[in-house]
């Protein structure tokens, strides 16, 4: 059965696409794409839907780039179109071939040409996913594993997709909150260096003449310019020399991300939304696994993981130990000294009542609603911030240009 499964995954790595035109059953031209293995298995396709290929060839890769990546956001949706089906009475590999013939992108079509064919082969769900830890994490495959066991792979589906949402949402109301200020800084960086660089240097030739000392500010001005000019090429290549140095020893050194993840957290501003996200990540996580029937310690071991953060991280694995050795789990989160009393006092009535998933989701709700809620409140208070800032700097560079002909003019009156 393996064997059988591993030859249909090579099977489906072959497959292209390809365009066709052809002539239905009512004697209509119609045309599309789809997917195959040779020019000669599409015109087999076209016959078995009814329609008389004229005209079928392969289509050819883009000169750049090619298919799009597959995304978390694509993850997400798939997540809701399977449980959508399932839902609807559909089966399990009708559902994956549904979905992947009609997607638009190849590489997607591919992926879910694997999973169908491996559940025909006859492994299970979950074991097929784990073969693609690039698309569904450990959690992922857990919570369609205790489904499958379960026998109730449509409600769980259901909450996956749920979750999926949950989780692409908050992640980017995140970026939305850092991208903004950061694209408009680095155009004021970009538009402060081709002034310093081109036009300075043009006011610079004119104070030449007009042999008299300079302002402090405008001789400051024309100073930054002389560096960018002589050491401008260093500079931007020990820039780029630091920064790949950098990513390097964040990707390589796990003591430095867990540094930068507790540097973040004291951030004004931004490590209030960080840590509201990461208490939503937690409470949204370990509700979906809890309600899933994940036993609570490798529940709380999906929340540290799924946490984002390293903070949260050692925390929810120290809340992990304790519980494993008895202790109420609202008692380990309060030891931790970093949850909200809120969110203690909420698994504390969880705990009582036997509704733990229950308050969890709501905590989650709550946090993904104020994170949502300092989003929006930042976008509108960096706005005129940033604004500010452009005017203070590209204003600055303009009054050192000409604050010297200013102080020329009232000599000469």
């Given at each position: 059965?393996?064997v059988?499964?591993?030859?249909?995954?090579?099977?489906?790595k072959?497959?292209?696409?390809?365009?066709?035109?052809g002539?239905?059953?009512?004697g209509?031209?119609?045309n599309?794409?789809?997917?195959?293995e040779?020019?000669?298995?599409?015109?087999?396709?076209?016959k078995?839907?009814?329609?008389n290929?004229t005209?079928?060839k392969?289509?050819?890769?883009?000169l750049?780039g090619?298919a799009k990546k597959?995304?978390p956001k694509?993850?997400a949706?798939l997540?809701?179109?399977?449980?959508t089906m399932l839902?609807?009475g559909?089966?399990?590999?009708?559902?994956?071939?549904?979905?992947?013939k009609?997607?638009e992108?190849a590489?997607?079509?591919?992926?879910l040409?694997?999973?169908?064919?491996s559940?025909?082969?006859g492994?299970?769900l979950n074991?097929?996913?784990?073969?693609?830890?690039?698309?569904?994490?450990?959690?992922?495959?857990?919570l369609?594993k205790?489904g499958?066991q379960?026998g109730?792979?449509e409600?769980?589906y259901?909450?996956?997709?749920?979750?999926?949402?949950k989780?692409?949402?908050l992640k980017?109301?995140?970026?939305?909150a850092?991208?903004y200020?950061i694209a408009?800084?680095?155009?004021?960086?970009?538009v402060?260096?081709?002034?310093?660089v081109?036009?300075?240097?043009?006011?610079q030739?004119?104070f030449?003449?007009?042999?008299?000392?300079l302002?402090?500010?405008?001789?400051?001005?024309?100073g930054?310019?002389n560096?960018l000019?002589?050491?401008?090429?260093?500079?931007l290549?020990?820039v780029?020399i630091?920064a790949?140095l950098f990513?390097?020893?964040y990707?390589?050194?796990?003591?430095?991300?867990?540094a930068l993840?507790?540097?973040?957290?004291?951030?004004p501003?931004?490590?209030?939304i960080?840590n509201?996200?990461?208490?939503a990540?937690f409470?949204?996580t370990l509700a979906?696994t809890f309600a899933?029937?994940?036993p609570?310690?490798?529940a709380?071991?999906s929340?540290?993981?799924?946490s984002g953060?390293?903070?949260y991280?050692n925390?929810?694995?120290?809340?992990?130990?304790?519980?494993?050795?008895?202790?109420p789990m609202?008692?380990?989160m309060?030891?931790?000294?970093?949850?909200?009393d809120?969110?203690?006092?909420m698994?504390?009535?969880?705990?009582e009542?036997g509704?733990?998933d229950d308050m969890l989701?709501?905590?989650?709700?709550?946090?993904?609603?104020e994170v949502?809620?300092?989003?929006?409140g930042?976008?509108?208070?960096?706005?005129?911030?940033i604004?500010a800032v452009?005017?203070?700097?590209i204003g600055?560079?303009?009054?050192a240009?000409?604050l010297?002909?200013?102080?020329?003019?009232?000599?000469?009156s």
């Amino acid at each position: 059965m393996a064997v059988a499964a591993k030859n249909n995954k090579d099977k489906v790595k072959a497959q292209d696409t390809f365009t066709w035109v052809g002539v239905n059953r009512r004697g209509k031209i119609v045309n599309g794409e789809l997917f195959a293995e040779t020019i000669q298995d599409a015109r087999t396709q076209l016959k078995a839907q009814g329609i008389n290929p004229t005209k079928v060839k392969k289509k050819p890769k883009p000169l750049f780039g090619g298919a799009k990546k597959i995304a978390p956001k694509d993850i997400a949706v798939l997540s809701r179109q399977i449980a959508t089906m399932l839902s609807a009475g559909v089966p399990l590999v009708q559902s994956f071939d549904l979905i992947g013939k009609g997607h638009e992108n190849a590489n997607m079509r591919k992926l879910l040409g694997e999973i169908s064919l491996s559940i025909q082969a006859g492994t299970p769900l979950n074991e097929v996913l784990r073969e693609h830890p690039k698309y569904f994490d450990d959690l992922y495959c857990d919570l369609v594993k205790a489904g499958e066991q379960s026998g109730a792979l449509e409600g769980m589906y259901d909450r996956i997709a749920t979750y999926k949402e949950k989780s692409e949402a908050l992640k980017s109301k995140i970026k939305k909150a850092m991208t903004y200020p950061i694209a408009v800084l680095s155009i004021a960086a970009i538009v402060t260096i081709i002034l310093l660089v081109f036009v300075v240097p043009q006011f610079q030739q004119i104070f030449a003449s007009f042999n008299a000392e300079l302002p402090a500010f405008t001789q400051m001005v024309i100073g930054m310019s002389n560096v960018l000019q002589n050491n401008g090429l260093l500079i931007l290549i020990a820039v780029i020399i630091g920064a790949a140095l950098f990513f390097r020893a964040y990707k390589n050194s796990r003591k430095l991300r867990d540094a930068l993840d507790g540097y973040l957290l004291k951030i004004p501003v931004f490590g209030m939304i960080i840590n509201k996200a990461a208490l939503a990540r937690f409470s949204r996580t370990l509700a979906t696994t809890f309600a899933a029937g994940v036993p609570l310690i490798e529940a709380l071991e999906s929340a540290a993981g799924a946490s984002g953060n390293a903070v949260y991280r050692n925390a929810i694995l120290q809340i992990r130990d304790e519980v494993s050795s008895g202790i109420p789990m609202n008692m380990s989160m309060r030891n931790t000294k970093i949850f909200p009393d809120m969110v203690v006092q909420m698994v504390q009535i969880g705990e009582e009542s036997g509704s733990v998933d229950d308050m969890l989701n709501k905590v989650a709700n709550v946090y993904e609603q104020e994170v949502d809620d300092a989003v929006d409140g930042l976008s509108a208070l960096i706005e005129p911030m940033i604004m500010a800032v452009l005017g203070v700097v590209i204003g600055g560079l303009i009054i050192a240009m000409y604050l010297p002909i200013f102080q020329l003019g009232k000599i000469v009156s």
